[in-house]
């Protein structure tokens, strides 16, 4: 076998292959620093829309066509990278992530990850009634959607034992950002989405997609190996006044706020189902384990795009 120095330089930089490159997956990107007139890792997505080819390319990443529902597909990735980036999310039936299982079996077949690291949901959690969260309690998923999740989250901790590959998995709530698509609850306001009243508010939990993508890149570079972290903000509000906030920054009317039954006719059952879960997550482990220093401490700052000069400095 050659000696490491005499590989082509494509095989001596780390290789990414990101799993569901979309805003969050663009934002790690540039996270990535600079070797010489390049960046120091080489980068791969897997995209089921080969359109997408061109913008991926735009962006210094070698696009790879594939389906995670078509497990042939998947045959090529064997060997390609040293670090995945998962945050592509489970198929909508079910409660097994046939997805997942399948990415690691062709991932599996050929060459040694240095590290996994797969973007999950803080809904593993369910209805903790208020109560804050850390990553030592039990998951008690309360829908279909989190039960994959689990499923997901158990498949990559089982594998990550048994080669071994070393592996984070993030705990997400909700993402927000203004220049996201759909990345603040400016829509909703508009369209006057009631929210619960003061006797069925929920407590909510969000991160801004910039600090999600620092989260992302410091768990890429071995941080919290073998971990689960919760990737939240210090934001402690419920949701209406979250929302009543938003109104504010946006100078729209706050929706109606009802009871839960009346909420249950004017709603589906996935929005009615994030107005049925409490919990404040606990971040510790963020800050501590995986260092990262939020540019938006909350959503008051993240909703005006405010970064925190300390916490961008010295990245």
Not at 23 to 29: K, N, P, S, T, W
Not at 224 to 245: C, F, L
Request: charged share 25%; hydrophobic share 40%; with cysteine.
């Amino acid at each position: 076998m050659p000696a490491l120095g005499a590989l082509p330089a494509r095989f001596r930089r780390p290789r990414l292959l990101i799993i569901g490159c979309g805003d969050v997956g663009v934002r790690a990107i540039k996270r990535i620093p600079k070797r010489g007139a390049g960046p120091a890792w080489a980068v791969m997505a897997l995209t089921s829309t080969p359109s997408r080819c061109p913008d991926l390319r735009a962006l210094g990443v070698r696009p790879l066509v594939g389906n995670l529902d078509e497990p042939a597909s998947l045959l090529r990735l064997a060997g390609l990278a040293t670090h995945v980036l998962h945050l592509a999310p489970p198929a909508t039936v079910g409660v097994v992530d046939q997805r997942t299982r399948g990415l690691l079996r062709a991932l599996r077949r050929r060459g040694e990850l240095r590290q996994v690291v797969y973007g999950s949901t803080t809904g593993v959690y369910g209805d903790c009634q208020g109560a804050r969260v850390s990553e030592t309690d039990a998951v008690n998923p309360q829908t279909d959607r989190a039960r994959r999740r689990v499923d997901a989250e158990a498949t990559i901790a089982s594998r990550g034992r048994a080669v071994p590959t070393p592996f984070t998995i993030l705990r997400i709530p909700g993402i927000y950002a203004p220049d996201r698509e759909n990345g603040t609850p400016e829509a909703r306001l508009q369209r006057g989405t009631p929210i619960p009243d003061p006797a069925h508010d929920v407590f909510t939990n969000h991160i801004h997609a910039d600090d999600l993508a620092d989260a992302c890149w410091q768990a890429l570079q071995g941080r919290a190996r073998h971990q689960v972290v919760n990737v939240n903000d210090d934001s402690d509000m419920r949701m209406g006044d979250y929302i009543s906030y938003a109104a504010s920054v946006y100078g729209l009317p706050v929706p109606p706020r009802l009871p839960l039954e009346a909420l249950k006719a004017a709603l589906t059952p996935m929005a009615l189902s994030f107005m049925q879960e409490s919990r404040r997550i606990d971040n510790t482990r963020m800050k501590i384990r995986l260092g990262v220093r939020l540019r938006y401490p909350t959503v008051r700052e993240g909703l005006t795009q405010r970064p925190q000069p300390s916490a961008a400095s010295g990245r």
